[in-house]
């Protein structure tokens, strides 16, 4: 049932996404860091397929790659310090008191209060920063290979490839959302663990592994 749940969110994603929306809805912090998971990776796809050696479209490429990995140190901190601090408290309360409160507030606008709280503003607002850099560099490729190529995040965008794109980026976190509830119903893992699972697999992937099929599991 709960396998059932996750695909039925994550189809219904897809439908605002492909249907002439720009951004997935805001439902939390998590639904946030989605958002810029699925963005950034899908441009870096792209973006590396390009083997034009033209100086001009080199010279923006490598300002993508440059942008996302900036961004990627972000996301990483961001997560990685998130899930330390629950870790030293031995509780989700840290982590449910931003989800709420990044369920009323966008990244780029969000100054959560509080001595464990108030840390994580600042830190959010230099992911959608960062994120706003890559869209616009991104912007500026587009240009220089003068091709338009459509993304999921696209108005209007449809196809084969943005189909293809969101399900290649879609299957990796429904099958972690899955891994996660079978491990806690085998090793009865702490919801602090099961936390810090999930944010781990926000982390951006590093731009040589995009694209890659995953390999497939070897039977017993």
Same mark, same amino acid.
């Given at each position: 049932?709960?396998?059932?749940?996750?695909?039925?969110?994550?189809?219904?994603?897809?439908?605002?996404?492909?249907?002439?929306?720009?951004?997935?809805?805001?439902?939390?912090?998590?639904?946030?860091?989605?958002?810029?998971?699925?963005?950034?990776?899908?441009?870096?796809?792209?973006?590396?397929?390009?083997?034009?050696?033209?100086?001009?479209?080199?010279?923006?490429?490598?300002?993508?790659?440059?942008?996302?990995?900036?961004?990627?140190?972000?996301?990483?901190?961001?997560?990685?310090?998130?899930?330390?601090?629950?870790? *030293?408290? %031995?509780? =989700?309360? +840290?982590?449910?008191? !931003?989800?709420?409160?990044?369920?009323?507030? /966008?990244?780029?606008?969000?100054?959560?209060?509080?001595?464990?709280?108030?840390?994580?503003?600042?830190?959010?607002?230099?992911?959608?920063?960062?994120?706003?850099?890559?869209?616009?560099?991104?912007?500026?490729?587009?240009?220089?290979?003068?091709?338009?190529?459509?993304?999921?995040?696209?108005?209007?965008?449809?196809?084969?490839?943005?189909?293809?794109?969101?399900?290649?980026?879609?299957?990796?976190?429904?099958?972690?959302?899955?891994?996660?509830?079978?491990?806690?119903?085998?090793?009865?893992?702490?919801? *602090?663990? %099961?936390? =810090?699972? +999930?944010?781990?697999? !926000?982390?951006?992937?590093?731009?040589?592994? /995009?694209?890659?099929?995953?390999?497939?599991?070897?039977?017993?």
């Amino acid at each position: 049932m709960k396998k059932v749940v996750i695909l039925f969110v994550f189809c219904s994603l897809f439908n605002h996404i492909t249907w002439g929306q720009s951004s997935m809805p805001n439902i939390g912090l998590v639904s946030q860091l989605v958002q810029v998971k699925y963005e950034a990776e899908n441009i870096v796809s792209q973006v590396s397929q390009d083997t034009s050696t033209a100086a001009q479209i080199q010279a923006s490429k490598q300002i993508v790659l440059k942008t996302y990995n900036e961004l990627r140190m972000q996301v990483d901190a961001v997560v990685l310090q998130l899930g330390a601090d629950m870790q *030293v408290k %031995g509780s =989700v309360r +840290l982590f449910k008191k !931003l989800n709420k409160y990044y369920s009323k507030h /966008l990244l780029m606008d969000g100054d959560p209060q509080g001595k464990s709280l108030s840390k994580y503003g600042p830190a959010f607002r230099r992911i959608y920063v960062l994120n706003s850099e890559l869209q616009q560099a991104n912007k500026q490729w587009t240009l220089a290979t003068n091709n338009k190529k459509p993304t999921i995040f696209d108005k209007g965008a449809a196809g084969d490839k943005g189909v293809d794109a969101f399900v290649s980026g879609a299957l990796p976190v429904i099958e972690l959302g899955w891994t996660i509830i079978k491990e806690w119903k085998a090793a009865n893992q702490s919801k *602090v663990e %099961g936390i =810090v699972t +999930l944010l781990d697999g !926000l982390r951006l992937t590093a731009p040589q592994d /995009l694209g890659k099929k995953p390999e497939a599991k070897k039977e017993d």
